[in-house]
Structures are given as C-alpha cells and as structure tokens.
C-alpha cells in the first residue's frame, strides 16, 4: 500500500482552509485540520470529507499558544506518523477598522501574534520535525503560507492586517534560506479579495471595485482558486522552486497606466 502524505492546514474548518483540506485530500493526502472552532460546528463540512473519502482528523486549538502549537504537531504525529505538508492559513483580521493613527496596541498585538508570531513558531516545530522524519518522498516536506496582498498594498483601516503579512512573506523567504538544504521547500500563496467570513464584513465595497474594473479578471475568487495553487506547491512536480510566491488576485498586482 502507498505511503501518504500527511498534511497540516490550520484554520482549516472553514473559508480558504477547508478548501485547502478538502483539495490536498483529494491529491490523497491525509489532512489534520487545526482551529479554534467547536467541532460540532463543524460537523457537516467535516462529514463532506468522510463522505469524499478524505482522511480528516481535528484539533482544536490556537497558533497563537505555545501549548497548542505543540499538541499540534504532537497529536498529528500520533494520529498519522509524519508530518509531511503544512499550510500555515489561520489568520484573523482587527475587529475594528480603525484609522492608523487610530490603532490600538491591543488590537496589534492580537494580529500579529496570531498571524506572524503563530506562524513564526508553528513552523519552526514542525520543520524540526520533518527534518526528524525519514524521507520517503521527493523531498523531506512542504510548507506554505497564506500571505495576503494587503503584504504589498497599503490599507490604512487595518494597518496591523498588513503588518502582519507584510512579515509573513519574510518568514517565507527566511524559512526558505535556511531549510531548503533540509530538503523542505518553502513558499507563498498570496490571495487578493476572496468570498470568505473575513471578507463579508466589506462586500460592497468590494463588489463596486469589481464594477469599476480595478481587478482585471472581474469577479469575487473563490478560496477554491486559494487551493489549487496551494495543491500544485505541494505536488511532487515542483520540487525546484522555494521562497516563491504566487498571487491569487485576479490580476489586482498588475500595474496600470
């Protein structure tokens, strides 16, 4: 029997995340989902993997602690064996838009905590352990992570937001630099306005910037399109590309006179 990949998704019961999971379970991997959600809340989405024959296990917990970091990579360890993908989706976004000016440290802390600190160091546990691992496929492991555009454009109603990807793509370069002699290839998707919770709070604002032809491929993307590009990074056909990115956006980073 063929051996399979083990992937880690967190955020993973919902929007990008569960798409991600359900894709990478169907490329045949076998997929623990991470978050902060009740499981019962989750059950339907859940039973939509089972019943596409996804082999799914969960794990309640948060990035932004130590302890369930750990319990993390421990429990997947126990669980599957190995750890062999891992999709650093979870993120949030400030409560509150508020003006720059206007930001409150607390509100700083919480994103950047959960979306680079968390991050930072979830990374950093399950890259020592995928160096730990016997390797049985092309190469020892594949991380991505789900950056943002908001790492290169500015949006000062939530500056922390964007802070906070900005120094996810250089957790991207940096982890790249150093694991790629470990054989881990490392890289980025960044998504541009996708019909997620997250985005829901602004739709109108962004289906006039639709209307008005700001993004060149004219409609919402779906975090479908988030996860095949994630799918193909952590195929065996890329496996001569690390600290890499690729925008998911509808063309929005394209320049215009």
């Given at each position: 029997m063929m051996m399979k990949k083990t992937a880690i998704i967190t955020g993973?019961?919902?929007?990008i995340g569960y798409a991600v999971a359900k894709q990478l379970g169907l490329d045949g991997c076998q997929v623990a989902i991470f978050s902060l959600e009740n499981p019962a809340d989750c059950q339907e989405a859940f039973?939509?993997?089972t019943e596409l024959g996804i082999d799914w296990y969960y794990i309640q917990g948060s990035i932004d602690s130590q302890e369930g970091?750990?319990?993390?990579v421990k429990e997947t360890v126990e669980?599957?064996?190995r750890i062999d993908i891992l999709v650093n989706n979870a993120g949030v976004a400030p409560r509150e838009r508020k003006d720059l000016l206007e930001m409150t440290q607390e509100s700083f802390d919480r994103v950047v905590g959960i979306n680079t600190k968390g991050t930072m160091f979830l990374t950093q546990a399950v890259a020592k352990q995928m160096i730990s691992q016997e390797q049985v496929f092309a190469n020892k492991g594949h991380i991505v992570n789900i950056g943002s555009c908001s790492a290169k454009v500015s949006s000062i109603s939530r500056g922390e937001y964007c802070i906070s990807k900005a120094a996810v793509s250089m957790l991207t370069t940096l982890f790249a630099d150093r694991l790629a002699p470990e054989g881990i290839a490392v890289n980025e998707?960044?998504?541009g306005?996708?019909?997620?919770d997250m985005t829901s709070v602004v739709t109108e604002k962004y289906d006039k910037m639709i209307a008005d032809g700001v993004f060149p491929i004219a409609r919402w993307g779906k975090p479908e399109d988030v996860a095949g590009v994630v799918s193909l990074f952590c195929s065996e056909r890329v496996l001569y590309t690390t600290g890499n990115y690729v925008d998911v956006d509808g063309g929005f980073h394209i320049k215009r006179l």
């Open positions: 993973g019961s919902r929007g039973d939509k993997l970091r750990e319990r993390l669980h599957f064996g998707v960044r998504p306005v996708i019909a997620t």
